[in-house]
């Protein structure tokens, strides 16, 4: 008797493993020319707009939409990239994946960050990120309540106040 419900509790589970597997969203991993060796996603495509310093390039991995409203974009800097002040109305996380890194909220001492560092940044919160002189750095940029509004650029953190950072 145990056996039989041994068997029929493994044949519920996979079959309950199975429905809800069958209502999930899988995307596909990104094809693995576009990816340097250690990195978990890829480089993506280079930023080209006048809001970066230096090179950097972006992999959006979930797009803003009314289903997930949460959109994250794979990010990475060459050594000495980096970003403009922006806020980002709802706030935003970074979740640093390799390298090292700045960040800096307006007001605030600079900030090293590093693989594995969690960054929080507050709704409304003026603040820019980007490589260190010597590394490249790649974090996952995390929206966060999107619908208050994704980012609006500020001005350029220039080359001068950058050269000045001594952490």
Not at 4 to 22: D, E, K, P, R, T
Not at 105 to 118: A, C, F, H, T, W
Not at 132 to 149: R, V, W, Y
Request: proline fraction near 5%; include cysteine; hydrophobic fraction near 35%.
């Amino acid at each position: 008797m145990k056996k039989q419900n041994l068997l029929y509790l493994g044949f519920i589970i996979v079959m309950l493993l199975a429905a809800s597997c069958s209502n999930t969203e899988t995307q596909k991993k990104q094809p693995a020319e576009n990816k340097t060796s250690t990195a978990v996603f890829a480089k993506g495509e280079k930023i080209t707009n006048e809001y970066f310093t230096g090179s950097a390039w972006l992999q959006m991995l979930v797009e803003n939409d009314s289903l997930y409203n949460c959109p994250i974009g794979n990010v990475t800097f060459e050594p000495g990239a980096r970003n403009n002040w922006h806020v980002h109305p709802g706030g935003q996380i970074l979740l640093v994946t390799s390298g090292k890194g700045y960040h800096q909220l307006k007001g605030q001492p600079v900030e090293l960050i590093e693989s594995g560092d969690i960054v929080k940044v507050p709704p409304g919160a003026m603040h820019w990120h980007g490589a260190t002189p010597d590394s490249e750095l790649t974090h996952l940029a995390i929206s966060t309540n999107p619908q208050k509004g994704i980012v609006v650029w500020m001005e350029k953190l220039s080359d001068e106040e950058y050269n000045r950072i001594k952490l």
